[in-house]
C-alpha cells in the first residue's frame, strides 16, 4: 500500500477530469438510489441497506467536488 502525499502535483485539465467523473459517478449513484427508492415504494417495503450507503456515498463524493471546486479557485487566483 502507498503511503498518502500532503502535495498532489496535478494540472487543472487533470482536476476538470476527476471533476467530471466524479460527476458522472454521481448522477449514476444517484439514479440507482432513486431506483432503489420507487422499487422499494412498489413493493411496499422499506428501501434499506442500500439506498442508505448510496447515500452516504452521493454525500462524500458531492463534498469531495466541492473541495475540487474550492481548489481549482484557489489555483485561478494563484495564477491570475
Known sequence: MTCP???????VEEIDLIEVSLCR????????????EHRACLEGG????????????????????GRLDSQKSDFGAVIS
Open 46 to 65: 422499506t428501501s434499506g441497506d442500500m439506498t442508505r450507503q448510496l447515500g452516504e456515498r452521493l454525500v462524500q463524493i458531492q463534498q469531495l467536488l
Open 25 to 36: 459517478t454521481r448522477d449514476i449513484l444517484s439514479d440507482r438510489r432513486m431506483s432503489q
Open 5 to 11: 502525499t500532503a502535495h498532489l502535483d496535478l494540472t
